[in-house]
């Protein structure tokens, strides 16, 4: 700890695809860019404080009770007994709101992983779950961990039980790539979750849980056809597409040009594929990309191996 007192800890915390189409709330994986950075430092004030944001526009909070990042660090010193101690944070969004992509989560995850580091890792990084939890659910209210835990954790995690945060890492076969593309338009989680239906029919709830076991038993095997023949949603996707406009035909551009699946990342509005291989992810993410640059909506693409590292200290 001693050698921390002296210099700045920056941690990088990385976006995320929540849900992968067939495991609504309880499945995600993180992606190496985009992502939000927190810079951390001992102050001679006690307390912890929020002294910089950039990048959100002016939207965040500088009060740490009232901002995801600074309600996991202030969660995570509360639980350590360590209030007290003076701490300045600095917040860099480095993604867009409303994106579907984990921004809050990316938060959660960079503020109490940083906190953590500069006080000499005194818990692990799955420790650290509950306290992004805490940070996450002062965003939207829903307690689920598809975007905190790959962000924390990286990989592709499972989470069994989101309240009692009974989560898994699976294995990642080594050409399992992902084209992300964000377009740009905003939609709020609050929006894409009231628009489910309530109830679901036994006949949904089994397709689902079968795809769900398709693709875990996929990614263990490294069958790309079985991953590709689970990647359907039958419970959010009929709803939330017509929240994304040109869904459909970006979803029917994917397939042509060899993804093995294509379905909407978390809430939306950004969508994600997976292929097999940088190259096929490539020229997915090129077609989906152009299919909304030709209606006028301008978009980002990412394209990505499933990023196994999730939050971590950079230069």
Request: glycine share 10%; net charge negative; with cysteine.
């Amino acid at each position: 700890m001693q050698t921390s007192e002296s210099k700045d800890i920056r941690v990088f915390a990385p976006a995320t695809v929540a849900n992968v189409a067939c495991g609504y709330d309880v499945l995600g994986f993180a992606i190496d860019a985009p992502g939000d950075e927190v810079v951390v430092r001992f102050s001679d004030k006690p307390g912890l404080r929020i002294t910089k944001i950039t990048g959100d526009g002016g939207k965040l909070p500088k009060d740490a009770k009232s901002n995801t990042a600074g309600v996991a660090a202030l969660d995570y010193l509360a639980h350590l007994g360590k209030l007290d101690v003076g701490i300045e944070m600095e917040i860099h969004k480095k993604m867009p709101f409303g994106s579907g992509l984990g921004s809050s989560a990316a938060s959660s995850v960079a503020g109490v992983y940083a906190v953590n580091e500069l006080l000499g890792r005194p818990l692990t990084k799955k420790q650290l779950l509950p306290f992004a939890m805490a940070g996450e659910v002062s965003a939207d209210g829903a307690y689920h961990a598809d975007n905190v835990g790959p962000s924390l954790l990286g990989g592709i995690v499972f989470i069994r039980d989101n309240h009692e945060l009974d989560t898994a890492q699976l294995p990642v076969p080594k050409e399992l790539y992902a084209a992300v593309v964000h377009p740009d338009i905003e939609i709020l989680t609050k929006v894409a979750r009231d628009i489910l239906p309530t109830q679901i029919e036994v006949t949904k709830a089994t397709q689902q849980c079968g795809n769900l076991g398709g693709l875990i038993c996929g990614l263990i095997q490294e069958d790309f056809g079985l991953i590709s023949r689970s990647i359907h949603d039958v419970i959010a996707e009929p709803y939330r597409q017509k929240l994304i406009p040109e869904f459909y035909n970006a979803k029917r551009a994917a397939i042509a040009q060899g993804a093995l699946g294509f379905s909407i990342s978390g809430a939306g509005p950004s969508v994600f594929a997976l292929c097999e291989g940088e190259e096929s992810a490539k020229r997915v993410g090129a077609a989906v990309a152009d299919v909304f640059s030709q209606t006028g909506l301008t978009n980002q693409l990412y394209v990505s191996a499933i990023n196994t590292t999730g939050a971590h200290v950079i230069a």
